[in-house]
């Protein structure tokens, strides 16, 4: 089903090609049904409540304002984990899927006997393709050998699988960020590419005109040559990856993938905001919102329920090493954040030396002591300095991104 607004604006509100197969702890979720139903839309668990400008529909938890904004054409960065919430597909029929999902009220040891049920019917189908398929019984088979597996040693319950489906989302979310980010990073080459593919030729001719009248090699004019073709090809992938990153964006935000959105613009911050953030603090918070160690206590607590010292020992030692990886995985993000935010300042004191450096090249060149080549190459130069603080920028606005999902949303 395909939602569309007064604007035009496709929602896409099915994921048959994007459904897939979860697995939790190594257990086989039925597979998730291309299906949702009405909009698809379903209450926001951690809604506080409603109030008289909310609007009719499935979800009650946004103001018609705010729908209003998701359903325009634009696709704004702050939207986008809403976006993803509303209209992604996986994310739809995760949703649609857990909202049926029998397991709703048991505990771990029910959902053992329900892997137990599950490799009962599976005994059962092979039974029955036996006679006409023997290779399909035997994938039934070893369906129902894995499935008894998997409940020997289940410690999954239904608040584990919540979290699971939840990781997804939030996973989905930072990656949609990401190909924001891609998305004007490869404008931004473009943009570049034109005029350095121009004074790329240039050098090329000046080259060869040299090596006619015997002041330059043949090797320099094959270099030459050879850096101007490799140019224009890295420009050609270049062109290709700007419509690859707006496609992947605009699928993972919920629009069809020919749509035309508007883009709005990346968050604008200086690298003191980048970095005004407080470790202690944030790891603290970070280490409580972890989706990976929220799951491992769940399990190490069904562990303990269950009374198998095996698998207490065994969960111990899980919660242990994802704590430890933990602490080196945020400490590493914190430190990327740091890196890029200084990279960033570097860039653009190296641009500002850059302009002196052009203006100088200018004057030069009125004074007859350079070459209009020698001018061109300090205008590049120039061009590349800039383009430095373009990525340099993107690379800091990434790393706050994935900072803060360590933070607020428990991905690392």
Known sequence: MIKENPKGKAKIMLAAASAFVMTVNGALLPQINAYAEGYAVYPDYGSSGTSSSVITRNNFSRSAEEWAALEDNNLNWEEIPDLIHEYNATVITNRSELEKDERRSMDAEEISEYLMDMADDADADADEAEETSAALAATYRSQADSLRQQA??????????????????????????QQFIEYYRALAQDEYNEPNLSYLERLYVSEQNKYNVNMSTELNVLTAKETWENARASAAVNKNSISSNLQSLIVLCGWKYDAEPVIGPLPEMTAEEAVNVDYAADLEKARANSITLRMDNIRLENAKK??????????????????????????????????????YVNAVNASANGDRDLEYARRQREMGLISDVDLMTAENTKRSLELNVKTAYYDMVSARASYDAAVNDGIL
């Open 306 to 343: 269950m009374g198998t010292s095996a698998l207490v020992s065994e969960q111990e030692t899980t919660l242990k090493n994802d704590t430890d990886s933990f602490g080196i995985s945020f400490k590493a993000a914190y430190d990327s954040l740091k890196t890029c935010a200084e990279a």
């Open 152 to 177: 020997n040693s289940n410690l999954d319950d239904y608040e584990i699988i919540k979290l699971s489906y939840e990781q997804i989302e939030k996973q989905t979310a930072l990656s949609a960020k």
